[in-house]
């Protein structure tokens, strides 16, 4: 028995030997400065580094800038170079005329707008005369509205008569600054004054008009006023000129156009009382 308690001893003790030993090492070896078993940093050695020159690239210490101060004042100032200001020159301006080329000269005829009255010494003394004392007239190419107008008879201006038609209500006339041009004016107008008697004159020889013509192209017969020209549908009618309405007898002749037409003209008709269009052929 005493000696299995000795033998325990002796294992404790040698453990506490161990034990103490590695604490005493580790201890020893951080005083030191030695490496333990455990990873570390490994110790750096400073290096003092002793100045050098100064390089061209370093920055002056304040002493050296303080020198070079003074150098820089015992220098001779350099000289400032000023910079040339620019020169404003005055420019007179002086006042120049442009002169157009020449450009072709055109003859300009004037023509005079007022009626010149015939003078009586053209007239003989057995000549019937006829004047438009209040008014101007038309002067036509025959006797009726029917005929185109030619001229014009001025207020005021006297001219030859040369003859009259069948009915004594239209008058052959020298047109007035015509050379010897006849045209007819009425005498139903109450604008001409005649010296001498309109019988006395002889018939004067006239054409018929020219026939003029109107093209209906719709679908509807036509009919004019005044006149009471038939239009059928889709025909063209020889008929006299004048002015005219246009009436569509299919509608309750409804007026469907007003027209004026001229000898040896074509009026065409292509819409009718409904509103409705055609094309003509």
Known sequence: MMAIISRK???????????????????????????TGKPGKEPTEEKYIFPTKLQATEQPTEEVVEVATEIAATEAPVETLEEPTATVKSVKKTATRTVPPPTA???????????????????????I?????????????GPGTTYNIVAGFSKGVTTKAVGRNEKNDWLAIEIP????????????TGYTEMSGSIQSLPLYPY?????????????????TRPGQWNLPAKTTQKVGPGEY??????????????????EGNTVTIKTDGNGVSYGCP
């Not at 055109?106 to 009586?120: D, F, G, K, N, Y």
């Not at 006829?130 to 190419?141: Q, W």
């Open 105 to 127: 000269t055109l003859a300009v005829i004037r023509q005079s707008t007022q009626a010149v009255q015939p003078t009586l010494a053209n007239l003989s003394s057995g000549d």
């Open 9 to 35: 001893n002796l294992i404790l003790f040698g453990m506490t030997v161990l034990i103490m030993s590695s604490l005493s090492c580790n201890l020893a070896s951080r005083l030191v400065g030695e490496p």
């Open 177 to 188: 600054l015509a050379k010897g041009a006849i045209g007819w004016i009425s005498m139903g």
């Open 245 to 262: 309405q246009i009436l569509d007898m299919s509608t309750g002749q409804s007026k469907v156009q007003e027209i004026v037409l001229k």
């Open 129 to 141: 005369t006829v004047t438009a004392a209040t008014g101007n007239l038309f002067v036509r190419r």
């Open 207 to 223: 054409d018929e008009p020219k026939p003029a013509y109107i093209q209906n192209c719709t679908m509807h017969d036509m009919t």
